[in-house]
Structures are given as structure tokens and as C-alpha cells.
């Protein structure tokens, strides 16, 4: 082989500690090499001609650019070799600077590591081999899983781009969290006026197929072509009828059903429509609360329906879908409160959660948009609002911010002092974090305009005294103790990951934090992608953030789904693993690990079990290959012999 | 083991008809060894032998000579005969689906030690004149031709069964005998590891090495284990990918037994007979037993208990990452 290697100074990035010019004249007595040289930006427009004039000239089959990380550029120097003619695996990257230049600040040092990992990439290079993509055709359909503001963002915008969709939503309505919302900030406007017209349009487009009530069930297959099944849960009512005309609700007699919608904050019927505005505005039974269902008698809505459609028999159903590309947009859930015993939660009925107050501020709420005291209905006047609670603290298991509960506080406490004008409003805070625009004008204006009370510090404790409750904390900034005397207290519970986000993920088959919110392929350059190539995130499943952040994740996802399917065929990595058949015994421990279900087992003609992995399915991840005891498996491109051959090189 | 000679043939003549063939164990070249058997037909059942000889782990056959992988299309079983130790190669061989339960008529015998030849040479003056063996309740009765000697029996059975903690089959189709008390408990700590681990770095270190050095890879420690399965696709004599090289030296001997050992870790069942075979008196086992305490310790699994279990090797559970 004719290799050239090509030594990057980066400016001063690399050459700063690195005598690139030692290191490309050492090169040149490495085996097969025939070319060597450095340059200041090999990456740059004259860079890379500079290698295609060398391939051509000194004919060389293999190229070794010894630079940056090759998640920086490895597919800008793939594609530079491959217009000169030759494959784009024939090409290594060593990475001397973020593995050398950068860490160190002994220059002799420095010249010696990037020699050998100079050294180490030839010797893998030489046993590169040509590897050719092969293309599968592209499914043109999308689903989209979770019916939030993020999903029905990207729902919408696949759906105006011409593509099918078909969305799946684990509550009876869509709508998330936002739905229950009653203003948003920093402008005010009210939530559902804005959300509601695009949940409509997503029941009115023709493209976009909606399972409300529903979740995935299995996954299987790969980018351009999964296999999606949906259980649709029971409703007890066919939907196909139901025209949500609501007089069930009026005489089911069982009306202490747990209100989802309101936080629990008032009640409602064992069969209901979840809120006024609900998509699909169908009837649903809850099982747990209706008579029949649990006691064997009523029949009340089968009698009163005008259109019959009452099912006491229905089962859950497992539809199958296709689907080419999926968008992730799962959401959240709230920390629960009484993981803080000294914070009342749960066991004082005023102190309630943020969510609940913006139940209680909404008008379409439990009490009508007049804002009361779960307790005794009275309007409260003194209310202290206490953010980070679940959020920040390492004791709880919860180090990061919610990145929300700042702005959401101050929209509440300007909404109560609008409503209520001679209300006191306090914030206990840690520090306040509105980075967005225009948020933190609007702090300001909570403090300046609406006179809030910020008071920076812990709260330590809540206790009643009557029918009030005693804050009592400190003040850090002044370093005094407070105690107010408060008729409301309203905790900003952090965002957690979605309950069923774990075992979605693994379903799916891309990888969470140790919070539970998906990861995004790289944080700074691929933030909607996934490690599983054809899936997408959208929202706060992927990190708490609030509605515009969600809302331009599912215009971006979209746009990535978009750019997917605006090819007939998508090429696959030939980096994937690949069975030696001669070698394998048929063991079968690789399609047991494979995370990915790319490895299936067949048996041949003469009755031997050989393991056969499906190359479009294939992430490359290489776990097949660490557990196949004889390494029949091999990963392409990163070969046992390749990897042996740099580490022996080493020791040469 | 008693002597169950009698017993195992009895019950196999009752049974023989619905088996297509028995692996068991008869008499050897020499009153100190016994050897595998198939019993193929009526007249061989009058071979069989089962007694402190009775030392092979014969389930390595159904892995490695026979296809017990699916049910026979006729229902006809093949009979094995297992101690405890093997019965556990038989549930790990179970788990990974080399042998069909379906396929194998199991015969457990209980069994409160095998024999070490190298001890019994090392114990009586002139091993060349023994005439028979036999363990008597604690004893070990040793017939010469100049006479019998009797020895406490633990010093002559082997290293694994002085720390054996299931010496009555965890799995069996019929139990020839009673149960037998193991002489550890399942928790205990293995002492032939700890006793190792008191050595310092250095020491434990020449040990393995004079240990290891001795090393001819001859492989028969590979060929006799029941899990080691891939035969002549192993990866010490293939050159694609060339992990080893045939150089004698250390290294390549070190990562051999090391390539080995991982190989076996969370499925290695202490059978003992990669020791037992090799010919030049290395203790190959000890490496997998310290591995086996590492999994069972961090992992809390010890392989060949439940054939429904999945080996935590051979699973890929993100939640163990939290990936
Ligand atoms: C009290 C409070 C006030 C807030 N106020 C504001 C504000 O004023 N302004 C602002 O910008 N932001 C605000 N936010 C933040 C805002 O709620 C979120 O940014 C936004 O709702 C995120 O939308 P999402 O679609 O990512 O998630 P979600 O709204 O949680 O939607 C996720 C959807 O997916 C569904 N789902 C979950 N798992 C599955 C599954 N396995 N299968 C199918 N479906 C599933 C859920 O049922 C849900 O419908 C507030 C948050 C809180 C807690
Ligand atoms: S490299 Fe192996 S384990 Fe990983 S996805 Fe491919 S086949 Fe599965
Ligand atoms: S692990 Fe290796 S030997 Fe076993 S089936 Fe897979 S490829 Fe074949
Ligand atoms: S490694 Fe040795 S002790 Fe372990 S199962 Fe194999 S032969 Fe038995
Ligand atoms: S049996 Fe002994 S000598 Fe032979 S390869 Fe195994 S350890 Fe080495």
C-alpha cells in the first residue's frame, strides 16, 4: 500500500506543543508510507487539495491525517479522499490534538505521543479495507410519540411538508402539560388560545392518524423502515361513535373519579372527557372508578348514549404501523413534593404544587379561575411561593436546574397580584436563572411592576399555626431568619424524566442519562438526533426546557425527518459488524447482548446454527464482537487484527 | 462417591427402552481411573460403574460429541449420569441452549468426593501395586499386593471436592442415593482463593508464574471443559483475528489462560476438570473460581443453579449502565 500522511498544525492549536514537522519527517519511515508532510489548516479548502494533488501525484491508496477529533472531520477528510478517487475507508484520523496538543504542555513529550499515534494509524490503515454502503428504500411515514406541545409541533410541520404521520399519545387528550397551563410567559398570552387551534389541526389533518390513549408497545426494524406496535388501551366507548356530546358525564353516578386534569384538585366522573378542549374530545370509562366495571352494576351511559356507544367488552388492541423515521417527544413529570417531609406536601391541603396553582389560576379549572385555598375556599392573601424543590439538590438526586420554575413562579405571582390586588407575594429563591429573551426584563417586572417579594435563602420548615402556615427560612442577602405567616403555599416542583421514560428508551433503542432524559447524539452539533439513526427528540425528554426551546425541537426534528425522506434511499454505515461463518459455532451469545436486535440466528443446509446480522440494523456498537468468545463476529473497520495491530505497534 | 455401581445398573435396566443411549462411566486401564462410557445397548449396561473413580464430567459429550441441542423427532432421550458439580455444567449447558432439557434423561448421584489420582500416588509408598480403591463412609481403603491401608479420605479426593457446596444434583430425573451434606456453604468463602490472596503481590505473583510456565498448551484443560465450546474454532489456533502467537513465552501463556478464564467467567461451574486433566499439575481452575467470586460478589449469580437464568455475560441490561 502507498500510504501519505498529512500532519495538521492547526494554527498554533496543535504546533503550539507539537513539532508537527518532526512528526511528519518521522512518518516517512514508517512501512508504506511514501508521503509526509505538515500543514497549518489541513482541514481548509487548500488543505484538502493539497492531499487530493498528493493522491494523485505520488499515487497513493491510503491517506492518515493526523488532526483533530474525527467527530470534528472525519466526514470532511472522507469526502476529500473520496473525490480524489479512492474509498473513504481507506482514510484514518489521529486525533493529536484533543488526545495530545491539548493536554499536555511538554513539547518534546507531545512530539513522541503524536509520533506514535501517528504510527498506530498506519498500522491500521494497512489493514483498512475498501467498504462500500448499500441503500434501502425509505418508508415515508413518521410517527411521532407523545402529543405535547414538542409532538404536535412536529406532527404539524411533517404533516404541512406532505408526509404521513401517525401520532401516539399515552393520555386520553393531547395537549401535555401545556395544555393544563393557564398563562405562559414572558408574554402572558393564554395558553390554551395558543395551543388549542393546533391541537385541532392535528384532528383535522388527513395525514396525521392520531392514537390518543395509547402506547408503544414494540419496535423493531431500522432507519427507513420500523415496525411499530400500538396498544390501544380500553375506553370502554367506541370512539368511532362517540361525538363527545357529554350527557354520560351528566349522570354517571360515580363522581369521585380522580381528576388527571386538575391535579386531583376537585373530581369527576368515572366515565369523563378529560377537558373541554380535549383531542380527540371523546368519553373515556376510568376502570378504577366506574360502578359497573368494578361492582357489577349501573349500566347508566350505556342507557343514556344517544349514539350506543358504550363497550363494557372492549380490550386493549395491538395495531401494527410502518413507519420510516420516528420523533421521541415524551415529555415529563414533576417531582413529587413529599420526598421534602418539611415542606408539608401532601399532608397540608395549602400547600400545593405549582402545576395545581396553575389549575386553580385557570378559568376553565376547579374553581372557575378564582383563586382559593384547596382547604376552605377562601381566597388567600398571603402566598409564598418556594422554587427548587427537586430541582438543584444533590440529596434528592436531582442536581440539575428545571430551567422553568424562575419564570413560571413569576408569572404566577404576577397573575395573583393581578387577581387579587392586595396580596402579599413572597419567593424564597436560590438564585433567579432567565436567561431567554425577554425574561429577564420580565423578573423585573414581576419585582419592580407587581411588587413581589423576592427573598433569597432556603425555606427550612412549614408548619400550621390555625388555619394558616408558617413559613420559616432565611434571608442571605439581609442574613436574617424569616417566618411569614402564609395562607397559601405553592412549591415549583422540578421537571423529572417521564415516568415510562426508561423502558420507552429501551424500546426504542437509544440511551438516557442517569436522570432518565434521552440523549441527544452530540450535544452541541446534533442536539434532535439520537445514536439510533431515524429516531428524534423533541421536548423535555431530552432536558427540561419550556415551550418555545420545546416548540423549535419539534420544528427541528421535523426538519431532520424532512431532509431524511427527501431521498428515495438512504445509504447504511458499512461499519457494522459481520459474521464469519466458518468461525461461528452457532452459540448464539451475540444475538443475546446485540442492544439492537441486528443479530439473528439461522440454521444452514447441513443443520449448523450460524449467526447472520442484519446490516441495516446494525449500530456498529461492537458488543457482539467483545462477547463472541472465538471473535467470529467482527466489526468492519475496526477489526480485532486492526485494533491488535495498534496496540502492538506500541510495543515494537 | 459410594460405590453405586449396582444401584445405577438396576435403574437403568428398568428405563434402558426409552433411551436411545446412556453416557456413564466404566472400569479403566488401571484400578485408578475409570473411563467414559455410552452405554448403547442392553448388554453394556452390566459396564457401568459409578464410584469415587467416577470423575469425568460427562456432560462435555452432549456440548461437544453429540447434538443434544433440539428434542429427538422420536422423544427418545439420552440418559447422563451427574454428580452435583456436573449437574451445574448441564444447567449452564441448558441455559445456553448447546442441550435441550427435553433431549436429556438425567441421573443424579449424589457424591461426597471424586479421587485425585496425584494424591493417591503421593499417599501410598508404591502406587505401581495397587490393586483397588475404595472409599469406605470417611475412609479410603487402598489395596496393595502386599496388604490393604486404610486413609482419611480427604486426603486423597480432589481440591474441588474439599470445597464442594452442591455435591447432590441441582437438576436430576432420578436421584441414585441419598442427598449428602455439602461441606460448604453456598455463601462460603472459597478457600483455595483466599489462601492465594494471603500471598503478597509479589509472591502471588511468582506463583502464577512457576505455575503457569509449566504450561505446554496442550489445551487439554480446554478440550475437557463442558463450556468451552467452540472446538476447533477456538480463538488460541486461529491466526484471523491473531490474538495469540505460538511464541513459548509467558506472555502468550498468560494470555491464554487469561483469554480462558474470561471465556468462562459467570459460566464456569467449578467442575474441576481442566485441573484434573492437566498433565502437567497446574491449577487452572483456581483462576476461574476467583473470577466466579467476583461475579457472585458483584453480581450476586453463580452460574448453573436455574436454567431459566440468563448469565449477566451473556445479557446486555442498559440499566446496569444506565446508559
Ligand atoms: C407549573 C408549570 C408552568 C409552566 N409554565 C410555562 C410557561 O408559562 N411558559 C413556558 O414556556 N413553559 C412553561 N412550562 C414548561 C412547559 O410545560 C414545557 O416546556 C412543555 O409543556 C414541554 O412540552 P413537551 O411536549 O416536551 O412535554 P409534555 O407537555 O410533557 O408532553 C408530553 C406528552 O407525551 C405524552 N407521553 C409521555 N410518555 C408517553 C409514552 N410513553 N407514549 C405516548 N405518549 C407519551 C404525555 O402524555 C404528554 O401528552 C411550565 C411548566 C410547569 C410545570
Ligand atoms: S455491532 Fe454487534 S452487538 Fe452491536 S449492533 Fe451490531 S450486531 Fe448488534
Ligand atoms: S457469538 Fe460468535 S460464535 Fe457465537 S453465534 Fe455469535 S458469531 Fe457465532
Ligand atoms: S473451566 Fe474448568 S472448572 Fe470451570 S467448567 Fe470448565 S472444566 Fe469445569
Ligand atoms: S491442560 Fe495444563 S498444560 Fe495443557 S493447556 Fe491446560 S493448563 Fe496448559
Redesign the interface.
Known amino acids: 500500500m502507498r500510504i501519505g500522511v498529512f500532519i495538521c498544525q492547526c494554527g498554533t492549536n496543535i504546533a503550539g506543543t507539537v513539532d508537527t514537522r518532526a512528526v511528519a519527517k518521522k512518518a516517512m519511515e514508517f512501512p508504506d508510507v511514501v508521503f509526509a508532510v505538515d500543514y497549518m489548516y489541513t482541514c481548509s479548502e487548500p488543505g484538502q487539495k493539497e492531499i487530493q494533488d498528493a493522491i494523485s501525484s505520488h499515487r497513493l491508496q491510503g491517506v492518515v491525517v493526523a488532526a483533530c477529533s474525527p467527530r470534528m472531520h472525519e466526514p470532511t477528510f472522507r469526502r476529500a479522499v473520496k473525490k480524489a478517487g479512492i474509498n473513504p475507508y481507506m482514510f484514518e484520523q489521529a486525533n493529536i490534538r484533543e488526545h495530545c496538543s491539548w493536554i499536555g504542555t511538554d513539547r518534546e513529550a507531545n512530539t513522541r505521543k503524536a509520533i506514535d499515534m501517528v504510527r498506530m494509524s498506519v498500522e491500521k490503515l494497512r489493514r483498512n479495507q475498501a467498504l462500500f454502503s448499500t441503500q434501502v428504500a425509505v418508508n415515508k411515514r413518521v410517527l411521532v410519540i407523545g402529543g405535547g406541545v414538542a409532538g404536535i409541533q412536529a406532527a404539524l410541520d411533517c404533516s404541512d411538508g406532505g408526509l404521513e404521520v401517525v401520532m401516539v399519545e399515552r393520555e386520553p387528550s393531547i395537549g401535555g402539560k401545556m395544555a393544563k397551563l393557564d398563562k405562559t410567559f414572558p408574554t402572558i398570552d393564554c395558553s390554551s388560545c395558543i395551543l388549542g387551534p393546533k391541537m385541532v389541526d392535528v384532528a383535522q389533518k388527513e395525514n396525521i392518524r392520531l392514537y390518543a390513549y395509547s402506547e408503544v408497545e414494540a419496535i423493531s426494524g431500522y432507519i427507513g423502515n420500523f415496525k411499530v406496535d400500538i396498544r390501544k388501551k380500553a375506553t370502554y366507548v367506541d370512539w368511532n361513535a362517540c361525538t363527545g356530546c357529554g350527557e354520560c358525564t351528566q349522570k354517571c353516578p360515580s363522581k369521585k373519579a380522580f381528576d388527571h386534569f386538575n391535579e386531583g384538585l376537585g373530581a369527576t366522573t368515572a366515565i369523563n372527557i378529560p377537558f373541554p378542549q380535549a383531542i380527540p374530545k371523546k368519553a373515556r370509562i376510568d376502570s378504577d372508578y366506574c360502578r359497573y366495571l368494578t361492582g357489577g352494576k349501573c349500566r347508566v351511559c350505556e342507557k343514556i348514549c344517544p349514539v350506543k356507544a358504550i363497550r363494557f367488552d372492549m380490550k386493549d388492541e395491538i395495531v401494527t404501523e410502518e413507519v420510516g423515521a420516528i420523533i421521541v417527544a415524551s415529555g415529563y413529570d414533576l417531582f413529587d413534593a413529599r420526598v421534602y417531609g418539611e415542606y408539608g406536601g401532601g399532608r397540608y391541603p395549602d400547600v400545593i404544587s405549582a402545576m395545581q396553582y396553575e389549575r386553580i389560576l385557570s378559568a376553565s379549572g376547579p374553581y372557575g379561575g378564582h383563586i382559593r385555598r384547596p382547604s376552605d375556599g377562601r381566597e388567600p392573601k398571603e402566598i409564598v411561593f418556594i422554587s427548587c424543590v427537586g430541582s438543584r439538590d444533590i440529596s434528592v438526586d436531582r442536581p440539575y436546574c428545571s430551567g422553568i420554575c424562575c419564570m413560571y413562579i413569576a408569572k404566577q405571582a404576577i397573575m395573583t397580584r393581578d387577581h387579587i390586588p392586595d396580596s402579599n407575594c413572597y419567593v424564597s429563591y436560590m438564585d433567579i436563572r432567565a436567561p431567554g429573551k425577554g425574561y429577564d426584563e420580565f423578573i423585573r417586572r414581576a419585582q419592580e411592576e407587581y411588587g413581589v417579594k423576592y427573598i433569597r435563602g432556603r425555606v427550612g420548615r412549614i408548619y400550621p399555626r390555625g388555619d394558616r402556615l408558617v413559613v420559616q427560612g432565611a434571608d442571605t442577602l439581609l442574613g436574617v431568619q424569616v417566618e411569614i405567616e402564609a395562607d397559601l403555599v405553592v412549591l415549583a416542583t422540578g421537571v423529572e424524566c417521564s415516568a415510562g421514560a426508561r423502558p420507552l428508551a429501551e424500546k426504542l433503542r437509544i440511551s438516557y442519562d442517569q436522570h432518565g432524559f434521552y440523549m441527544e447524539s452530540h450535544p452541541k452539533l446534533r442536539p434532535v438526533e439520537t445514536n439510533t439513526a431515524g429516531v428524534f427528540l423533541a421536548g423535555v425528554c431530552q432536558g427540561p426546557k419550556d415551550i418555545p426551546a420545546s416548540v423549535g425541537q419539534g420544528s427541528a426534528a421535523a426538519s431532520k425527518v424532512q431532509a431524511l425522506f427527501s431521498r428515495d434511499t438512504i445509504e447504511t454505515d458499512p461499519q457494522v459488524a459481520h459474521v464469519n461463518e466458518n468461525m461461528c459455532i452457532g452459540c448464539g451469545k451475540c444475538e443475546q447482548v446485540c442492544p439492537f436486535g441486528a443479530i439473528r440466528m439461522k440454521t444452514l443446509r447441513d443443520g449448523s446454527r450460524k449467526s447472520e446480522v442484519l446490516e441495516t440494523v446494525c449500530q456498529g456498537c461492537g458488543l457482539c464482537n467483545a462477547t463472541c468468545p472465538n471473535k467470529a463476529i467482527q466489526l468492519r473497520h475496526s477489526t480485532d487484527d486492526q485494533i491488535l495491530a495498534e496496540i502492538n505497534t506500541l510495543f515494537d | 462417591m459410594d460405590d453405586k455401581t449396582n444401584a445405577l445398573r438396576e435403574h437403568v435396566k428398568g428405563i434402558f427402552s426409552n433411551l436411545e443411549l446412556v453416557l456413564g462411566w466404566e472400569p479403566g486401564y488401571d484400578p485408578l481411573h475409570t473411563r467414559p462410557f455410552y452405554v448403547r445397548t442392553e448388554s453394556d449396561i452390566d459396564r457401568l460403574t459409578a464410584n469415587c473413580l467416577s470423575f469425568q464430567n460427562l456432560t462435555r459429550y452432549l456440548a461437544k460429541s453429540m ?1 443434544a ?1 433440539d428434542p429427538a423427532a422420536d422423544g427418545r432421550k439420552i440418559g447422563v449420569c451427574v454428580k452435583g458439580c456436573d449437574s451445574r455444567s448441564l444447567v449452564a449447558l441448558i441455559q ?3 442441550v435441550s432439557r427435553d433431549r436429556v434423561y438425567v441421573i443424579g448421584l449424589p457424591c461426597r468426593g471424586t479421587l485425585d489420582a496425584r494424591r493417591i500416588r503421593a499417599l501410598v509408598p508404591d502406587p505401581a501395586r495397587i490393586r483397588s480403591v475404595n472409599a469406605e463412609g470417611d475412609e479410603l481403603v487402598v489395596e496393595t499386593d502386599r496388604g490393604i491401608s486404610r486413609f482419611a479420605l480427604d486426603r486423597a479426593i480432589a481440591r474441588k471436592c474439599l470445597q464442594c457446596r452442591y455435591p447432590n444434583p441441582v437438576i436430576h430425573d432420578v436421584l441414585i442415593g441419598d442427598p449428602v451434606t455439602p461441606r460448604l456453604k453456598i455463601d462460603a468463602e472459597n478457600p483455595s482463593v483466599a489462601a492465594v490472596e494471603a500471598l503478597s503481590l509479589e509472591d502471588r505473583l511468582l506463583f502464577w508464574e512457576n505455575q503457569l510456565d509449566r504450561c505446554i498448551r496442550c489445551f487439554a484443560c480446554r478440550n475437557a471443559c463442558p463450556l468451552c ?3 476447533n ?3 488460541m489456533e ?1 491466526r ?4 495469540i502467537t505460538q511464541y513459548r513465552n509467558m506472555n502468550e501463556k498468560f494470555m491464554f489462560h487469561m483469554i480462558h478464564a474470561l ?1 468462562l467467567a459467570g459460566r464456569c461451574t467449578e467442575c474441576g476438570e481442566c485441573e484434573r486433566v492437566c498433565p502437567v499439575g497446574i491449577p487452572v481452575a483456581l483462576i476461574k473460581e476467583k473470577i466466579n467470586a467476583i461475579i457472585y460478589e458483584m453480581l450476586d449469580y453463580e452460574s448453573g443453579i436455574d436454567p431459566e437464568a ?1 448469565p449477566p ?4 441490561s ?2 446496569e449502565t ?2
Open positions: 447434538n441441542v445456553e441452549k448447546f465450546v467452540c472446538q474454532h477456538c480463538i486461529t484471523m483475528p491473531k490474538w471465556h440468563v455475560l451473556l445479557t446486555f442498559p440499566k444506565g446508559i
